[in-house]
């Protein structure tokens, strides 16, 4: 059974929820993709689930939307999966000398003479 390929995604297929969708055959949208899943290690048949792409990567098809029909969702030719909500946090990056020095650096305000008469 299928499964989705990006990190820490546990959906597969047979599953109502979800759609899944293989890799383009096109090399410009396929290394779209594979930056996307930022994977070195990919299946033999790689797939990623509906959950990886916004509503726009959808074609629509209003007949059967509007008859009430369900149909499989069908992406887009360009399109490309953005939503990764179980991708790991990018590491922070350590700060500069220069960064360090400006925290923690005392405000120092402009001394100013009032002359009262």
Same mark, same amino acid.
Request: with cysteine; charged share 30%.
């Given at each position: 059974?299928?499964? $989705? $390929? ?6 597969? +297929?047979?599953?109502? @929820?979800? +759609?899944?969708?293989?890799?383009? +055959?096109?090399?410009?949208?396929? =290394? ?16 990623? $689930? +509906? ?5 726009? $990567? ?20 360009? =399109? ?16 500069? =000398?220069?960064?360090?020095?400006? @925290? ?14």
């Amino acid at each position: 059974m299928p499964s $989705c $390929c990006a990190y820490g995604c546990s959906n597969r +297929s047979g599953s109502a @929820e979800h +759609s899944f969708h293989r890799f383009p +055959s096109d090399k410009r949208l396929w =290394a779209a993709w594979q930056a996307a899943v930022s994977r070195e290690n990919l299946p033999e048949t790689p797939r990623f $689930c +509906s959950e990886h792409f916004t509503r726009g $990567c959808f074609q629509r098809n209003l007949r059967k939307e509007l008859m009430g029909e369900e149909y499989k969702p069908v992406l887009k030719e360009d =399109a490309v999966p953005t939503v990764f909500p179980h991708r790991e946090p990018a590491p922070k990056r350590p700060k500069s =000398a220069y960064q360090e020095r400006k @925290e923690h650096e005392e405000v120092r305000l402009p001394s100013v003479m009032i002359f009262c008469v």
